[in-house]
């Protein structure tokens, strides 16, 4: 079935360096890959997406890259800051809907 | 633009009374999703729904679980007979029609003692 695999599932940077983390996805159909901040105990807020006709995308400290051909993903973040500490979730998806197959989350935690 | 709301916040059942939970999507959003996250690990989708219609409910168990969006009113996510391995966040999101992301709701954080 359709799977997303993330990693790491724990990410420990110190403030101002840069945090990367990876997501490969199994079914080729998926098109649109977005990706969530979720803070402890509240709702996953999108930070960022891409679609499939697109290679990288920027905005501010946050990027998000895709090779289609490897089907893999990735979210970097610049300059962190403690307040990016945070589980960060991937997802793909396919088609005109937004059924999300997400990965299992990456715990960032930014040390001042 | 309220954004989508769900409620309850907090959910308590005992072993084997029902809960039910209410999502209304952002204004203009005519499709809703749910998903449910238990502690410590991702979102796992259980069903897509339009008005009055389930698109896709390839997420939810097969017994128990039920879900609908009428024609007027929230979507409901029902659960019946719930057990303590129901215990979860679950989160709404909706979208519109077009290529928009999804917006999910604050979550409904059920607990079954």
């Known amino acids: ?112 | 633009n309220a954004g989508v709301m769900q409620n309850p916040r907090h959910l308590v059942r005992r072993r084997g009374q029902e809960a039910r939970l209410r999502c209304s999507p952002m204004k203009g959003h005519s499709h809703v999703y749910w998903y449910r996250q238990l502690p410590e690990e991702g979102l796992k989708f259980m069903v897509y729904l339009q008005k009055e219609n389930i698109i896709d409910e390839s997420g939810m168990p097969k017994e128990r679980f039920s879900a609908e969006f009428p024609k007027e009113g929230p979507s409901i996510l029902r659960i019946q007979q719930v057990v303590r391995g129901d215990s979860a966040a679950y989160f709404c999101a909706s979208s519109g029609t077009g290529p928009e992301e999804a917006f999910f709701g604050q979550g409904t954080r059920l607990t079954v003692v």
């Open chain 1, 1 to 112: 079935g359709e799977n997303v695999e993330q990693h790491p599932s724990t990410l420990s940077v110190q403030e101002g360096d840069s945090a990367v983390i990876k997501c490969t996805y199994s079914d080729s159909a998926s098109n649109y890959f977005p990706w969530y901040k979720q803070e402890l105990g509240k709702r996953p807020q999108l930070i960022i997406d891409i679609r499939s006709n697109v290679g990288e995308k920027k905005d501010q400290r946050i990027a998000v890259t895709l090779n289609k051909t490897a089907k893999h993903f990735s979210l970097h973040i610049t300059e962190t800051q403690p307040e990016d500490s945070a589980v960060y979730f991937c997802a793909a998806s396919k088609g005109g809907t937004y059924k999300y197959i997400f990965g299992t989350g990456t715990r960032l935690k930014v040390l001042a």
